[in-house]
């Protein structure tokens, strides 16, 4: 942004490939944004967001990342003025700082098809869904608010929060956790199966963020409807 703080904002207007740099940042203050309303940037280079002085980090448009998007300051993944869900598929690295905080929301798909996540931050998706095709989350569980999630990897592992009203909405792979949690707000989490699935990774029922017997938060509830629980070296924990 320039010297009155007004926020910089880069529009694309068509399918853009980055295998450079594309940086988003503040200088001296306020926030930075780059949109890219219904189109899609395919990154084989970086995407950095800086810390800066702070302030707002947003991408409006649908990524594919075979390279590395590093989250220094915390992003935002909002869908503005679109008609289709936004699609974020990676295959690349993803790092999150700590402290900090990725949010992919308004419904998003969102494929982990190979490649690394590594949250030593918070990855946190609103609604849409989640698949885990292949590759590694590490650090921090992913959290998926409200998310149909489908572990079903062939490959690698990853370990996910499912919070609210979430949905199994595939197998688990012998490598994927899937932990049925309140989140921060301590809303109640139901995970409902509405066919059979396949569990031979982990499904754990528990309750985090300062919520438990001797607490006054709200109670939890954790629901399976339909659920077929097939064990082949699974594990079902609380």
Known sequence: QDTIFTPARLDVFDTITNEGF???TSDPGGGASTRA???LIVNTGTILSAVGNGGLRRINANITNEGTIDVQQSLSLPREDLTDPSTYTNTGLVTIAATKQLTIEQAPIVSLDGGTISATGRFVQIGGSFTHNAGTATGNP???NGVAIDPSATSGSARMLAQSASTLAGDVASGDTVTVVNDSANTAAVLTASGSVTNAGTLRLTSGNGCGAASDCR???????MFRFLALGSRLSS
């Not at 109670?219 to 409807?225: D, G, K, M, R, S």
């Open 37 to 39: 309303s219904a189109n």
């Open 22 to 24: 594309l940086t988003l």
């Open 142 to 144: 992913l959290e998926l």
């Open 219 to 225: 109670t939890l509830h954790f629901v399976l409807e």
